[in-house]
């Protein structure tokens, strides 16, 4: 049964991302790259690490890929200049392609023989009655790599202010909404009551 | 029923198999029918509100309207528009409605009712929540219409916006009970309050969390008065404008399993779950389930309150109230709650 759901996950992810890559429809290649990204997540499953798994899903499907979506389909895209584009880069993109695919069959290697994964057995989830993923990995995450951690955090952070400070500009001519401003308003504010006399008219 | 049908001819392997397939439609099944009474009720008091009488026609007090309305649907013609990108514009009303089916695998509808009892019970339902937009997205851009555009737009951003303070509010609930799974949840919930109420809603601390996620649940549902996704006076239908026949019952289904589920959510995480309310002994007779139920109903009876009577958010209202209200009061009560329970647990730390 593992053996089964590993051979599923495992094909849809490559297969998803062959896609990816060559699907013509660029919002196409988005949900190729997400289905891949989900079967990831069965991957993770299948070892054991269900909270990673879940990780996967609610920050890279549930919120990364929404975001990459949203762009795609708003942008206009020119697919002559698209495919001009991949001629000139193509070199370049070769070369990056080969370095990356030696480096994955060479440290591939090493950590396959070094941990011994070529024993069936080897894999195995976390120990029964242990600590479950979520403590084990918030024990480690909150004492032993506590600066690591909060060093994480603050480059988050300071990424998130300098995107906030580079889009943030000031532009004329626009009207802010001052929701207590409203909320305050009383009809008394906006009518008043009045009796003219016939013929006379109101002063405004 | 697992270890029985594993214990027959079928072997321990297809006896899981062949009880988890039946538990799903244990669950899916019901959860339809649910869905069609739901509606029913909806109309009901939403037209108690109007002084109408609402559906009266079809079976006794309209109750079969929901079925006469399915049947209607299933017999017409699926129009697909010549310019729509026509595959996506199918799998779009299956991935919402599968996805509002998923999350229901972990929800305990009593103690030992749960079909998936897992640890990250309520991270799995935060990751399938997450995947909800997906469907709503999909379907408007191969619609290829601009109104079913624009409301894939908005419901992108507003589910992003209110996902953010909903993952804030049920962290609080995570610290308090000290577990994601849900069941855990629940029983860390007997006599919370004064000893005898089994509910974190009425906890001080909680209290104005319960209040946050009951509106960020009908926000993050495009619930009235947060439907700014389907706002028939400005897009139509919204998403759904292109659709007909099943694939426009699929949204409809699906919209209303989520709006079960976000129901089921809040009863679950701050009114107890299957506890009955007060932590008395002959209360503990009547089962869970229909605890469960009868607290759901009242939740979804405030929700339907709330669409008969409340109109409408402007757009930047509704984006106002997400990140500038709920997600720094979120924030500051995480770091209350937090604070909290680490005095409750380990002392002053003077």
Redesign the interface.
Known sequence: ?QIFAFYLFASIVIASAAFCIFARNP?HSV?WL?LAFFNAAGLMLLVGA??IA??L??VY???VA??F??VV?MLDIDFAELRAGFMKNLPLGLVLALILAAEFIIFGALSWSSAGMGDANAVVGPPAGGP???EALGTLLYTKYIFLFEAAGMILLVAMVGAIVLTNRKRGGVRS?N?QEQVRRRPEDATRNTQPEVGKGVEL | MTEYLQSTFLGPEIGWFVATLALILLIALPLMLAVAMIIYVDRKIIAAVALRRGPNVVGPFGLLQSFADGLKVFLQETIIPSSANKGLFLLAPIITFTVALLAWAVIPFSEEMVLANINIGLLYILAISSLGVYGVVISGWASNSKYPFFSAMRAAAQMISYEVSIGFILISVVLFAGTFNLNEIIKAQEGHVFGVINAYGLNPLLFPMAVMFLISSMAETARAPFDLTEAESELVAGYQTEYSSMSFALFWLGEYANILLMCALNVILFWGGWLPPIDWEPLYAVPGIIWLFLKMFVVFFIFGLAWATVPRYRYDQLMRLGWKVFLPISLFWVFLVSGYVMIDKFGWPL
């Open positions: 049964m919002v949900l997400i269900e909270f879940a990780l899903v609610i499907v549930g919120a929404v975001l979506l949203f389909m479950s993923n979520i909404q929701i």
